[in-house]
Every structure is written in C-alpha cells, then in structure tokens.
C-alpha cells in the first residue's frame, strides 16, 4: 500500500491510499472553495447522560445529486470533484459537511472505488484489503489528535438508510468521548468480569455462539454468527477468532482472511431476499476500544475490548422496512420481528455456489 496525503482548495486534507508502489498522485484541486466553516457543537444531555452534535451548517449539504454530477467521482476534463485525480484506488478525505470537528472530533469519508455503480461487495479481495488497510491507518492516525477518543468506522448502505451520495463509501467518525453504545458494552464487560474472577464476556458470548445454530460462516480467523438478542431483521456480528481491541491489532492472517469472509458476508445479504429485489439496504459498523480513559469502568482495559463488525438491514421482509417506532424509539425497546435461529438459517441458505 502506498499513502499520499494531499490538500484540497480549503484546506482539508485528503489521503489516497494506492495499490502499486509506484503511483503518483500530485493532481491539484482547481476548483474555487473558500475555507469550510462549521458550527458542530457537542451538547450533554443531563438526565440520559449521552451527548448530542448540533450541527446547523449541515443542512446545506450536497443530496442525491446526479451521476454526472457526484462528488465522490474522480476529476475528469472540467468536471471537478472532491478527488482531484482523475482515478484512485481508495481515497479517504476530511468530510466538508462534519458532523463533528474541531475540538468536537472529525469526520472522514472513505470513496471504496472510483466505480460510481458498484458496491463494496463488488470489489476484488485485493481492494478489500486495501480499504481495510485504510481504515487501520486511518484508526492511528485519528487515534492521535488531542480530541479524540473514539474512532468508529462505518458504511451506510443503500437510499432506505438515508444515503444522499449513490458512490460506494462509508465514513469515518471521530468522537471526543466514548460513545453511549459502547460504554453499555464496557459496563457489561466489567460487571461480567467481577462476577466471573475475571472472565471476558466477548470470549464468553464467541463461545457460545460457535458453538450454537446461529453460526453463518466461519474462517480459520475470522467468525460470523447472528447474536441470541439480535435488534434487528438480518443482524450479523462479524468477529476475529483472537480477541484484539482494534484494527490495529489484527495479525496478518486475519487480515488476509478477512476480505474472503466479508465479501461473502455481504454478497449473502444482496441474496436474502430474492432474485430480482434492489439490493439490501445496510449499515457496516465496526465497534473498536476507546482510546480514552477507561477510568469509570472498574477493573476493564482497552485490552479487554473485542474489535468486531456488526452488520445489519432495516429490510424485515421483501418491500418492507423495519421501522423504529414507538418502543424502540421512545423506550429502545427493540422487537424483532424475525427469529435469529431462522435468519441464520436464511443466510447459510443463499451461500455462493
């Protein structure tokens, strides 16, 4: 792999991440933009403890603008992008609509490919590798800003999500606190741990998992399985059989693996409802240790945490979404309105030929 950092016109920095060891990537962004301005603010809630970003300048983001017309495409002739060269591999860029910046955190976006139609189960494994690979610089390179705690790398997939940009991508988010999701996890962890003399509870559920029929694919190093709990339709929990707390953990032979097992993983959900549906709407999240204190969690490290993937549609049937209404947005109560054991079973079935 090959990084180039570079700047465009106002001053955000974009990264190209390349293949070959020999390319070069000096192309200059003509276009005329002025300095990006924000307003993210980062504001506590006081009875739920959690923290809301308000960010107003976002509203006048670019939405569902033609092919022709897409930023994420590379710069061709007098069509200018957000990618001043005219072809890339990977390319990842400070987001010019953050939710979070500044003291408030950063974020990224992650172009897979500079093909505007395809998706990322579309790429080669060797592509694959190279997004990963991004993704892991990117988690140290993040890791390091001063107001940085979280790094969460994820992929929205699909127009039922809320997607505004058709090109295959995901997006980087860098948070200045550990995020409510996870500190839930970590509370769970530390409970599990003095109650058990010291048992991990990400070992624990693997274990038990494997063991179980919710098990869709399984590699030398890297596992999937639909969890007992599951919140949602089709929900995957994407896990290396050694427990690391991030990206930058993975061995080389989990890191070889994975393109194999995730591509498999998401051509399965393009099948999961038939021949001739659009393709399943999803989001990618990769759950990752903070990189802050861990103070308020007696007796966990960073080491204690389990990097995984979960992957998940909001599709429950063919033509219908699952919707978070009541209970699940008013109380987040989930109900699920598939068992996991069948949407296990579902996914083992639409396995490639």
């Known amino acids: ?29 003509r276009r005329p933009l002025e300095r990006t301005v924000t307003t993210s603010e980062i504001r506590r809630d006081p009875l739920l403890g959690d923290s809301v970003a308000v960010a107003s300048h976002r509203q006048g983001r670019t939405y569902h603008p033609p092919a022709d017309q897409c930023p994420l495409c590379p710069s061709r002739g007098d069509r200018l992008s957000e990618i001043p060269d005219s072809s890339y591999d990977v390319v990842v860029f400070e987001n010019r609509f953050p939710s979070l910046a500044g003291d408030s955190g950063r974020c990224e976006v992650v172009c897979f490919t500079s093909d505007h139609d395809a998706s990322f189960a579309d790429l080669s494994e060797e592509q694959a590798r190279l997004v990963l690979d991004a993704w892991t610089d990117r988690t140290s390179e993040l890791s390091h800003l001063p107001s940085v705690d979280q790094v969460f790398c994820f992929e929205n997939r699909g127009a039922e999500i809320g997607v505004t940009l058709g090109h295959p991508h995901g997006q980087i988010y860098a948070y200045p606190f550990t995020t409510p999701r996870t500190a839930l996890m970590l509370r769970a962890l530390a409970a599990h741990k003095d109650a058990t003399g010291g048992e991990n509870l990400f070992d624990s559920v693997l274990v038990e998992e494997l063991s179980g029929d919710r098990v869709v694919l399984e590699g030398e190093h890297w596992a999937a399985f639909v969890p007992y709990a599951a919140h949602w339709p089709y929900e995957v929990h994407l896990y290396p059989k050694r427990r690391v707390p991030d990206l930058l953990g993975l061995d080389e032979a989990a890191r070889t693996e994975f393109p194999q097992v ?48 979960e ?12 919707f978070l209404a009541g209970s699940e947005s008013g109380m987040n109560v989930f109900i699920n309105d598939v068992p996991p054991e069948r949407a296990a079973e579902r996914l083992r079935e639409v396995a490639s030929s």
């Open 1 to 29: 792999m090959k990084k180039t950092s570079t700047r465009l016109a106002d001053g955000r920095e974009l990264v190209y991440y390349d293949l070959r060891d020999d390319t070069v990537r000096d192309a200059a962004d």
């Open 262 to 309: 995730y591509l498999e993983l998401l051509r399965r959900f393009d099948r999961i409802f038939g021949e001739g549906e659009p393709p399943t709407p999803y989001i990618a999240a990769w759950h990752q240790a903070p990189f802050g204190q861990l103070d308020e969690f007696e007796g966990v490290t960073r080491d204690d945490f389990a990097l995984h993937l």
């Open 311 to 322: 992957l998940f549609t909001i599709r429950r049937t063919s033509g219908k979404l699952k």
